[in-house]
């Protein structure tokens, strides 16, 4: 089974709301990372936040951390239409003697004009 | 420039055809991926590579041979395609298998 889970799997918001994305995993994790990937576009790295941090900002984007229960959540604020996407996350995971990125299945993102 | 760019976009074959996707990177990252996104956008991983070396080899079937030239190429072979082939095949590169990673816009292969 996958590492990490996002939840919803759809979420459709009006332009200026803001938009919540969540993601469980199983084991323990180094790190988590979010990426965004446009319809027919190629993954785009959102944000990384380590194991020790417990809430990390970029621009419009907020993401926390609980590690105690093997989740994480994306929130963006004051979305936009441009910010209609599907939205992953991922998580590093020991396979073997080697570690490996493993990602959900992903939120799709509509935002509404 | 573009930083990873694997070509081609698309590629319509028959079943049981044998085909090529490339990939190359300009970052100087010295790890590199494949990754197999299927039409439930679920994205795995198939081969990992650090420095020309294959890392990761996940559970792939052999008529998928990667092949890495130097640390700024990975290209991937695919002998016999068979329909259950037909994805998205993502190459993407890192600096280390823990930091961000950098996606190519994929190739979409259809095999009918």
């Known amino acids: 089974s996958q590492q990490g889970e996002e939840d919803p799997q759809a979420l459709s918001i009006q332009e200026g709301e803001n938009a919540t994305m969540n993601c469980s995993y199983k084991t323990s994790i180094n790190n988590l990372q979010w990426y965004r990937q446009n319809s027919g576009r190629g993954l785009v790295h959102l944000i990384l936040?380590?194991?020790?941090?417990r809430e990390k900002h970029s621009g419009r984007l907020r993401v926390t951390l609980d590690t105690s229960k093997k989740s994480s959540s994306l929130l963006i604020t004051a979305s936009r239409a441009a910010d209609t996407a599907s939205y992953f996350c991922?998580?590093?995971?020991?396979?073997?003697?080697?570690?490996?990125?493993?990602f959900g299945k992903g939120t799709l993102l509509t935002v509404n004009p | 420039d573009t930083a990873v760019s694997q070509t081609p976009k698309y590629l319509v074959t028959q079943m049981g055809n044998d085909k090529s996707i490339k990939c190359e990177q300009n970052l100087g990252h010295d790890t590199m991926y494949w990754y197999k996104q299927d039409s439930k956008k679920f994205l795995k991983i198939m081969f990992s590579?650090?420095?020309?070396?294959?890392?990761i080899n996940e559970t792939v079937p052999n008529r998928f041979s990667p092949k890495s030239p130097d640390k700024a190429h990975l290209n991937l072979h695919i002998n016999s395609l068979e329909l259950g082939d037909s994805a998205v095949y993502f190459c993407?590169?890192?600096?280390?298998?823990?930091?961000?990673?950098?996606f190519g816009s994929g190739t979409q292969l259809s095999v009918l």
């Open positions: 590579y650090n420095n020309k070396e294959l890392i």
């Open positions: 993407a590169s890192s600096q280390d298998w823990s930091e961000k990673l950098f």
């Open positions: 991922a998580t590093d995971v020991r396979g073997g003697s080697n570690y490996k990125l493993t």
């Open positions: 936040i380590r194991s020790n941090e």
